[in-house]
Each structure stands twice: as C-alpha cells, then as structure tokens.
C-alpha cells in the first residue's frame, strides 16, 4: 500500500515536499518513483530511486527536485523547490519488486492515490 502527502497551492519560486508511506511489501530489490499527471497530458516520470540508492531525474525537474527515502525505506520522499507553474499536476507514488526499475515508463505494479500540486504564477 502507498500512501501520499504533502501536496498543495504555492506561488511559483516556492517549495513543497511530497511524501509517501509504504507498507505491506517486502523484498530486497525494489524500485520506487514518482510521476505526476496534468490534466489533458500523459503521465510522466519525475524521479525515481532504487534499492541501491540511484536516483534518476527527468530533465525538466533536475536541479530542482530531490528524492529521497527514509532509513527504514518505509517513506519516500519528494523535496520540490523553486516550482512553476508547469510543475501544476496530480503527483504518484508508485513501487514494484525487482531490478532493472522501469523509471520513466510507469510500468510499475503498485500506485498510490496521488496528491495535488498546484503552481500558480
């Protein structure tokens, strides 16, 4: 089960960070990631991270956003700074079991319910 928080409205240049609970899966080699969705867009790929700890970004969110997991690797979290407003989307939390991970596809078994984030200018 994935559970996300943290979303909301800020003005362009502000900060948001994105979490997301997961519970009820177990297994050594994990992938997690997160997506977001805009209205009359397809999904995309914004980061995602492995059990390793590597970390991949979509172009047009590097430099500005970071993933990152807890110790336990039971939260994986989203730090966004200096947001605009094309960042405006429904944000996923999505999980899957094994390596390679799919990231950016959003070929990933396990997705949590979203949460929004909006940007305005």
């Known amino acids: 089960q994935l559970l996300e928080s943290g979303g909301g409205s800020v003005q362009t240049g502000g900060s948001l960070r994105l979490s997301c609970v997961a519970s009820g899966y177990t297994g050594s080699n994990y992938c997690m990631a997160w997506f977001r969705q805009a209205p009359m867009k397809e999904r995309e790929g914004v980061a995602g991270?492995?059990?390793?700890?590597?970390?991949t970004y979509a172009a047009s969110v590097k430099g500005r956003f970071t993933i990152s997991q807890n110790n336990a690797k039971s939260i994986l979290s989203l730090q966004m700074n200096s947001l605009k407003p094309e960042d405006t989307a429904m944000y996923y939390c999505a999980a899957d079991l094994g390596l390679p991970c799919a990231f950016p596809r959003d070929d990933y078994n396990y997705w949590g319910q979203g949460t929004q984030v909006t940007v305005s200018s």
């Open positions: 991270i492995d059990s390793d700890g590597s970390t």
